[in-house]
């Protein structure tokens, strides 16, 4: 059974960089034909898909962040990282690591596989 598990700061500072990791288990995230990606969830708001890699290390990013985001992973670790940079209060959300098997970049973001969520508040 594949199992996915979000860690990294609770609070972050506005103009910081956010990073998160979730690790994977239960599979090998370079496996095909899985889908690694990051969305959020901002307090009051619906889910945002943020970006993905895919098992070929290839990644995938939302228009609307792309100059602030980037994934990637550690192979070794089964692990796969958002950077979010300059970070603002409007960042604050609850983020979740999903897997599935295919690119899902809309909603409903129904993925195979969930995180339990970690929330992240930017405040200074």
Same mark, same amino acid.
């Given at each position: 059974?594949?199992?996915?598990?979000?860690?990294?700061?609770? !609070?972050? +500072?506005?103009? !910081?960089?956010?990073?998160?990791?979730?690790?994977? &288990? *239960?599979?090998?995230?370079?496996? @095909? %034909?899985?889908?690694?990606?990051?969305?959020? !969830?901002?307090? /009051?708001? *619906?889910?945002?898909?943020? /970006?993905?890699?895919?098992?070929?290390?290839?990644?995938?990013? @939302? %228009?609307?962040? +792309? &100059?602030?985001?980037? =994934?990637?992973?550690?192979?070794?670790? @089964?692990?796969?990282?958002?950077?979010?940079?300059?970070?603002?209060?409007?960042?604050?959300?609850?983020?979740?690591?999903?897997?599935?098997? *295919?690119?899902?970049?809309?909603?409903?973001?129904?993925?195979?596989?969930? *995180?339990?969520?970690? !929330? =992240?508040?930017? &405040?200074?």
């Amino acid at each position: 059974q594949v199992q996915l598990q979000e860690s990294g700061p609770g !609070q972050v +500072k506005p103009s !910081q960089t956010l990073s998160l990791t979730c690790t994977v &288990s *239960g599979d090998s995230i370079t496996t @095909n %034909p899985y889908y690694w990606t990051w969305i959020r !969830q901002p307090p /009051g708001k *619906g889910l945002e898909w943020m /970006g993905a890699i895919g098992y070929g290390g290839i990644t995938y990013y @939302n %228009p609307s962040l +792309k &100059s602030r985001t980037w =994934v990637d992973r550690d192979t070794t670790k @089964n692990q796969f990282t958002l950077h979010l940079r300059s970070v603002t209060p409007e960042d604050t959300a609850v983020y979740y690591c999903a897997g599935s098997r *295919g690119l899902k970049t809309t909603p409903p973001y129904e993925y195979e596989y969930r *995180g339990q969520g970690t !929330q =992240v508040t930017v &405040s200074s």
